[in-house]
């Protein structure tokens, strides 16, 4: 400590862990991090579409939750089972953004779902949605979804 003292008072300049990092490192961290939480949804959206299970449960946090726009709430293996049974033929994803607070982070956006009837049709679904990821393990987890219809 003693030389900690004499470098200040020497006009030397001593950063501590944790203290006197400038604004824009940790702006870009955070930057950073967003791009990292909206990759992990983009992956999200491809197992979906693509009915990956293993790339679902690797997303989806244990303690998941979805609130549906039907007004359902269900789990994450409740909803693995149903993406699993869909017909999903693509899914166009606009009006995103990302805000990101130390180990949790918010995605707000709009979507487009389009699934494959049976009979050859196709039908769409207009949705706007918020999901928040928690940090584990140095991974982004999709921890909660809620979904509301839209009108266009």
Same mark, same amino acid.
């Given at each position: 400590?003693?030389? !900690?003292?004499?470098?200040?008072?020497?006009?030397? =300049?001593?950063? !501590? /862990?944790?203290?006197? *990092? /400038?604004?824009?490192? &940790?702006?870009?961290? +955070?930057?950073?991090?967003?791009?990292? $939480?909206?990759?992990?949804?983009d992956e999200y959206?491809?197992?979906? +579409?693509?009915?990956?299970? &293993?790339?679902?449960? #690797? +997303?989806? @946090?244990?303690?998941?939750?979805?609130?549906?726009?039907?007004?359902? =709430?269900?789990? *994450?293996?409740?909803?693995? *089972?149903?993406?699993?049974?869909?017909?999903? =033929?693509?899914q166009e994803i606009?009006? #995103?953004?990302?805000? $990101? &607070?130390?180990?949790?982070?918010?995605?707000?956006? =709009?979507?487009? %779902?389009?699934? &494959?009837? @049976?009979?050859? @049709?196709?039908?769409?679904?207009?949705?706007?949605?918020?999901?928040?990821?928690?940090?584990?393990?140095?991974?982004?987890?999709?921890?909660?979804?809620?979904?509301? *219809?839209?009108? %266009?």
């Open positions: 400590m003693k030389h !900690l003292l004499l470098l200040a008072a020497l006009g030397g =300049t001593v950063l !501590l /862990p944790g203290c006197g *990092k /400038p604004d824009s490192l &940790a702006e870009d961290s +955070i930057s950073n991090q967003e791009e990292i $939480v909206l990759a992990t949804e959206v491809a197992a979906e +579409i693509n009915r990956d299970e &293993a790339s679902l449960r #690797r +997303i989806l @946090d244990d303690r998941f939750v979805f609130n549906s726009n039907n007004g359902t =709430t269900s789990g *994450k293996e409740e909803l693995i *089972k149903n993406v699993l049974s869909w017909n999903m =033929t693509g606009t009006e #995103r953004s990302a805000v $990101v &607070a130390d180990d949790t982070a918010v995605v707000l956006g =709009t979507t487009e %779902l389009r699934f &494959a009837s @049976d009979d050859g @049709d196709e039908t769409t679904s207009l949705l706007r949605y918020t999901a928040t990821y928690v940090l584990r393990q140095g991974q982004w987890r999709l921890l909660a979804l809620h979904m509301a *219809k839209r009108s %266009l």
